[in-house]
Every structure is written in structure tokens, then in C-alpha cells.
């Protein structure tokens, strides 16, 4: 079973991190770094399938805003670490429902 994924590129296809999404139930670590993923199928497949998650770091991900902080936080519920790195369109209600599931 696959905990940990760490993927740093630009080039990542949508088809497989969705695939991560869907059908790594067992993550415990998720690492995105400079990875373009603006798609709301990914983080849906995140909140329904990864329920284990632990640890996630997002960095450099530009296109990653509020509605990928609900995702987070409706879906992993056992989330003990989040780390954010140079995002810049981060608002209040991203941060607001994080802090609400802790």
C-alpha cells in the first residue's frame, strides 16, 4: 500500500493525479510542489477517497486557492499537519473551514 507521495514538476498529468486520488486510499503523506493542478476532480477525489491522510504540503501551486482548503478539510479528517507554501490567492474561507475541522 502507498502512504507517502511527493511529486515536484510542472508536468504532471491531470489523468494521474487523479489516479492518486482515487486509488491511494491508504495516503497518509501527500507532497505537491510547482504541480498545475486546477482541477476540482482531483480535490474531490482527495476529499472522498484519501480520508487517511495525515501530513500535506502544497507548494508553489499557484492555481490552488480556497475551494482546495475545503476540500482538505471536509475530507481528511485526520489531518495533523498542513503546510502551505507561496499560494497567493488564499482567502478567509479556505483558512476559516481548515481551522473549523481541526
Given at each position: ?55 500535506i ?45 481541526c
Amino acid at each position: 500500500m502507498l502512504k507517502k507521495v511527493t511529486l515536484d514538476s510542472e508536468y504532471i498529468k491531470m489523468d494521474g493525479m487523479l489516479a492518486i486520488g482515487r486509488d491511494c486510499t491508504q495516503l497518509q503523506m501527500l507532497r505537491l510542489q510547482c504541480v498545475n493542478v486546477y482541477n476540482k476532480g482531483l480535490l474531490v477525489a482527495i476529499e472522498r477517497q484519501c480520508k487517511i491522510l495525515r501530513k500535506i504540503t502544497l507548494s508553489d501551486s499557484y492555481y490552488m486557492g480556497d475551494h482546495s482548503l475545503v476540500a482538505i478539510a471536509r475530507g481528511c479528517l485526520q489531518l495533523e499537519e498542513l503546510e502551505i507554501n507561496y499560494y497567493h490567492i488564499i482567502e478567509t474561507v479556505g483558512l476559516w473551514t481548515v481551522d473549523q475541522s481541526c
